[in-house]
């Protein structure tokens, strides 16, 4: 199952989502929406580019590649970086963006299986 765009917003505003998944969800998104490739809809394209630019996401990858950022001439780049930072918690920042989006995918398979039994 792929996790577009459309599936982080249900998630964040999903009262059936867990505070975590709520955070997680809001932050890849505004950080998809800030990010300069256009029309980039699937959550699987965007994580590909961050791993090509700054290697296997994780806070400390993205922490680290926000501060080497021009902010001149990577401003959009920098704004998706720092907003993707709020997608962990202080308990949660050793693992990786992908363990963060699986955790996503699990819980919209849970609520998915519960509404159509």
Request: glycine letters at 6%; charged letters at 25%.
């Amino acid at each position: 199952m792929q996790l577009n765009s459309d599936n982080l917003r249900t998630i964040a505003s999903s009262p059936d989502a867990s505070d975590g998944d709520r955070r997680v969800a809001a932050a890849v998104c505004a950080a998809m929406d800030d990010w300069p490739t256009q029309g980039q809809v699937l959550v699987d394209e965007f994580l590909l580019e961050l791993s090509a630019e700054f290697g296997q996401p994780t806070y400390e990858s993205i922490r680290s590649g926000a501060d080497r950022l021009n902010i001149t001439t990577d401003a959009w780049k920098a704004e998706a970086l720092t907003e993707l930072l709020a997608a962990w918690s202080e308990d949660n920042r050793h693992l990786s963006l992908g363990d963060l989006i699986r955790g996503l995918i699990s819980h919209r398979r849970t609520i998915h299986s519960t509404r159509t039994r």
